[in-house]
């Protein structure tokens, strides 16, 4: 019984990351041909665009066609990632929600993470994409499992829950949920939906650099400051 | 249906946020807590994203991607101090169930 379960769950993990895979495969190539494609027109225009803005209105007007034109284009299948990985998403964290096994729920949260990255590399955040596979599915998601290797005596511990807290907490999701799902949906967000190339990486570290140069110092300290009082937290007397 | 949008990401992200409260108000292993925390740092961090792709008006913005990239510092620094945090739990009590942390209930 216990082993017939944990292959089921094996398989289902291995079709998850199966899933993954292709995603990342299917969207490899389409980035790489909007980037041929598009880059030079979209980049000069765009140029010209910000110099003499009152005099070109025509030059304009195509950039804005180009765009649409290849928004169309990349449609489809931009649609089909997307109701993917969101079913990826949300039915592993559905999977963590009823999951009563640590470890089971650490693995299902890397799935999450994952899934998550995925829609970074859909809504045209590479670099936030890749940092959220490295930092996150690569560090913190280690930590945390060191963290449950370090404080059970055995990987299958379970603590359970009162069904009387469970229905509580259930209520008090589902109409947080409701409530938030009605404001989301029914608001009228001032979208601005022109597909353009991701802000590069330069411009990212540019941001950095200048805009936001206070925050980033000061998370830089604040890591500081984590690191030793992790330190000084765990260490053995 | 098949233009996807900025509500379409809002609403999978709204759905990671509140699946995230329930996993910290439900499960009473700390480490498990710390799980559902992460998840609601992503749901935020994933709107941050959305944002900053369907709002900017065809520029090559970065504020929210920004801000993206300080959630994802803070939440792994957050990791780090709250498993340190369990390990000392852990070397008080012998357990990592939260219900046990209350020696200093009324």
Redesign the interface.
């Known amino acids: 019984m216990v082993c017939e379960h944990t292959t089921r769950a094996r398989f289902l993990l291995a079709g998850l990351l199966g899933l993954l895979a292709a995603g990342g495969l299917l969207l490899g190539p389409r980035a790489a041909s909007a980037h041929e494609t598009g880059q030079p027109h979209e980049h000069a225009a765009h140029a010209d665009d910000h110099h003499d803005h009152d005099h070109d209105h025509e030059h304009g007007a195509t950039a804005d066609y180009d ?1 649409r034109q290849r928004s169309e284009s990349g ?2 299948l ?2 089909l990632l ?1 109701y993917v990985f ?1 079913a990826t ?2 039915g592993s ?2 999977a ?2 009823i999951s009563t096994n ?1 470890v089971r ?2 693995v299902y ?1 890397f799935v ?2 994952s899934g ?1 990255a995925v ?2 590399f ?4 590479n ?2 994409g890749v ?2 596979l490295i ?2 599915a690569g ?2 998601l280690i ?2 499992i ?3 290797m ?3 005596k055995s990987p299958w511990v379970r ?1 359970d ?1 009162k069904r009387g ?2 229905i509580a ?2 209520v ?2 589902t109409v ?2 409701v409530a ?2 009605t404001v ?2 029914g608001a009228n ?6 597909a ?5 990486v330069a ?2 570290g540019k ?2 650099m200048t ?2 140069l206070v ?1 980033f110092e000061a ?1 830089s300290v ?2 500081l400051v ?2 030793i ?3 000084l ?2 260490r053995q007397e | ?12 992200a ?10 910290m ?8 807590i ?3 925390v ?2 609601v740092l ?1 749901g935020a ?2 709107n941050l ?2 944002f ?12 929210g ?2 801000g ?3 959630v ?6 957050e ?12 070397k008080n009590l012998n357990t ?2 939260v ?1 046990r942390g209350d020696e200093l209930a009324g």
């Open positions: 765009l449609g489809g931009e649609a997307f969101a998403v949300l964290g559905l963590i929600c640590i729920m650490a949260l999450t993470l998550v829609m970074f859909l809504l045209l955040a670099f936030i940092i959220q930092v996150y560090g913190t930590l945390l060191f963290g449950v370090l404080t059970s603590f829950v807290e469970l907490a259930g008090v999701c947080l949920a938030l799902l989301v949906v967000w001032p979208t601005n939906d022109t353009v190339e991701g802000a590069s411009d990212f941001a950095l805009t936001y925050p998370i604040l890591l984590v690191m009082g992790a330190a937290l765990a | 249906m098949f233009d996807i949008g900025l509500t379409h990401y809002l609403v999978v709204t759905l990671l946020f509140v699946m995230g409260v329930f996993v108000v439900t499960k009473r292993n700390a480490i498990g710390l799980i559902g992460e998840m992503n961090s994933l994203i959305a900053n792709r369907y709002t900017t008006g065809g520029l090559p913005r970065v504020d991607q920004v993206s990239l300080f994802i510092v803070l939440a792994a620094a990791a780090a101090l709250a498993v340190a945090i369990c390990m000392n739990f852990y990592v169930d219900d």
